[in-house]
């Protein structure tokens, strides 16, 4: 087999085209991936950074956290469709909150600690 009857077999194989799949216009992306990425991100976010009491605990935190998270794997699963700009601030959003939350969680367990002593002291 010659080398032009492998690319009209691999033409007609593939749907009719030999180029190379193109890259995604900035035209083509979708602005709802993007405000829905960045939306979900700002709302984890703000939910994220909340403060937290010994009585109440820090469900609403972790949850806040969980949806930066998982705007950062949309951004990602999306990348055809979102910016590069907004896929960076989706996971910065996710890191800032996963910090800000295990930083709260390590307070609160000094705070524990520290009522637990008063009162073991008596």
């Known amino acids: ?4 009857n492998k690319a009209a077999d ?29 939306a979900a991100s700002a709302i984890g976010l703000i939910m994220a950074m909340q403060s937290a ?3 109440t605990g ?16 949309g951004a990602y699963v999306l990348r055809s469709s979102v910016p590069r700009a907004a896929r960076v601030i989706a996971v910065l959003a996710a890191i800032v909150a996963l910090g800000s939350v295990a930083y709260l969680e390590s307070q609160m367990a000094d705070k524990r600690e520290e009522i637990g002593n008063l009162f073991s002291t008596y």
């Open 58 to 73: 820090t469900s609403t935190q972790w949850t806040g956290a969980a949806i930066c998270v998982a705007a950062g794997v």
């Open 10 to 38: 691999r033409h007609w194989a593939d749907g009719g085209s030999t180029q190379p799949a193109r890259r995604v216009a900035a035209a083509e992306r979708s602005p709802v991936a993007t405000v829905a990425v960045i």
């Open 53 to 55: 009491s010994l009585l």
């Open 1 to 4: 087999m010659t080398l032009a």
